[in-house]
């Protein structure tokens, strides 16, 4: 029907199924990657961006210029731009939020990062002047992530249940436990976005997505949560399956300031108890890369490590009786809603059993989590995914949550903080995910790729993921 053919040429709308429901919308006050997802390139901006290859490339500022000395970050911001409330977007909108973002109650992930700003000065409105307390040689990269968003000063307190970003679309409405709908913003600074409005679906459970793709309910599903269903969409004249990678580093985290796993012969005990190959066929099918050490393969700075801890149960109990952990003793494995998480935790603790520890298994919901376990700290082990990109650093934060403190890790970060050598930096980055490998603060467990389900004439949707974030803005549909 030619009239149908037309209505379908010129679709607007588009429908995204994600596995997690984000436990607010403001990306400075919460580490949930489901807060990325929706918000990322498409509410909020900050004065750098990632692309989908993950290269570094500018955004709210036009260009920079570095000093000599690397104390010193002056950024010229583009003209015209304006919050979602009408606020125009001046220095003193990047001086509110970067420093509210390292201030002493700050709440933001990443507070360590913005902490070291030592001062911010307005030249004029459009330019702006950072100067650190010491070289950071990562500063300018982190500026592209989440946290680092710009927020209007008039709208930031209510930005958890209510985003003003300056991005190309403004936050609609969002029924919790079901669905967010964003709409194009018709006075965006930027490129007109080809979509009118986007909704992001929450479908935790795989086989209830697949049937929603199959029946075209879902436009796309960004990372799959179930490799067996996927041979659902084979063939399939509507939908393909895009295979992409992202940041993924799963780990089983250890409570290192808990006994016993303040004990390095306990840690390596519990690394030795698990087979971690069998683990991957388990949960991914086989199709996944064994971690050493907290860096995803996609990473320019991976380097494959031996396994110094490879599955020997015998010896693993060895280790525990050697370190004074009597056969029987109670341990409780934390796991969050996400398959992975679930089915890796089972397979663990049957693992941790069968070398004499009586492991619990303790599901909690999402925002459960991150208060409980990242925020707080109040675990033995908990399975979960790391999907920021290079993020080795946060092993040298404090506080962070699995408590891992190293003299020598955090001589690593100084130096590797303070170059801009990009031979250097690889070098430390190298010697950093050796000393991880070596101290095995947690399990690393597997990296695996990212299987993105979609519409066939869907074009420009990110299936690469270098940040938690699903940019709509330069997404439309063929004809």
Not at 135 to 148: E, H, K, R
Not at 305 to 311: E, K, S, V
């Amino acid at each position: 029907m030619p009239g149908t053919a037309r209505a379908a040429d010129t679709r607007d709308t588009l429908s995204i199924g994600l596995a997690i429901e984000p436990p607010g919308l403001d990306p400075t006050r919460g580490s949930s990657e489901a807060i990325g997802m929706v918000t990322y390139g498409n509410i909020y901006e900050g004065l750098m961006r990632l692309d989908e290859q993950g290269a570094l490339k500018p955004l709210l500022a036009q260009d920079w210029h570095i000093s000599p000395d690397g104390l010193t970050y002056d950024f010229t911001l583009h003209n015209g731009v304006r919050f979602h409330d009408g606020t125009p977007l001046t220095c003193d909108s990047v001086k509110f939020s970067l420093l509210r973002a390292g201030a002493a109650d700050s709440t933001n992930p990443h507070r360590a990062i913005f902490s070291q700003i030592a001062d911010i000065s307005c030249p004029d409105s459009l330019h702006v002047s950072i100067r650190l307390q010491h070289p950071y040689g990562s500063f300018l990269y982190q500026l592209a992530w989440n946290d680092a968003a710009i927020l209007s000063p008039a709208s930031a307190a209510q930005n958890i249940s209510h985003p003003v970003g300056t991005g190309p679309f403004v936050f609609g409405e969002w029924r919790r436990g079901d669905h967010l709908t964003l709409t194009h913003n018709p006075d965006y600074w930027g490129a007109r976005p080809a979509l009118q409005s986007v909704t992001f679906r929450f479908m935790p459970d795989p086989l209830s997505a697949s049937n929603a793709l199959l029946a075209g309910e879902l436009d796309a599903y960004p990372s799959f949560p179930s490799r067996e269903i996927l041979s659902r969409f084979s063939g399939n004249m509507q939908l393909q399956v895009v295979r992409g990678s992202f940041p993924f580093k799963a780990i089983l985290a250890l409570n290192n300031a808990r006994r016993p796993f303040n004990d390095f012969r306990v840690r390596q005990a519990i690394a030795q108890a698990i087979d971690r190959k069998a683990l991957i066929q388990a949960v991914a099918d086989g199709d996944g890369t064994l971690l050493q050490s907290h860096m995803a393969p996609d990473d320019p700075d991976y380097v494959a490590l031996p396994d110094r801890y490879p599955y020997d149960p015998d010896h693993a109990r060895a280790l525990l009786k050697e370190a004074g952990v009597a056969p029987g003793t109670h341990l409780t494995l934390t796991f969050p809603p996400i398959g992975y998480a679930r089915d890796s935790s089972e397979l663990i603790a049957a693992y941790l059993e069968q070398v004499g520890l009586n492991v619990t298994l303790q599901p909690v919901e999402w925002p459960t989590w991150l208060s409980q376990v990242y925020g707080q700290g109040q675990f033995d082990m908990t399975v979960i995914a790391h999907t920021e990109p290079h993020d080795i650093t946060i092993y040298d934060r404090t506080p962070v949550y699995f408590h891992y403190h190293s003299p020598v890790f955090h001589r690593l970060v100084e130096q590797y903080e303070a170059t801009a050598d990009t031979t250097r930096r690889h070098q430390l980055s190298v010697q950093m995910q050796e000393q991880l490998a070596q101290d095995e603060p947690n399990i690393f467990l597997f990296a695996i790729p990212r299987e993105t389900v979609m519409n066939r004439r869907l074009r420009g949707l990110w299936t690469n993921q270098p940040i938690a974030g699903c940019p709509v803005a330069g997404v439309f549909w063929a004809p």
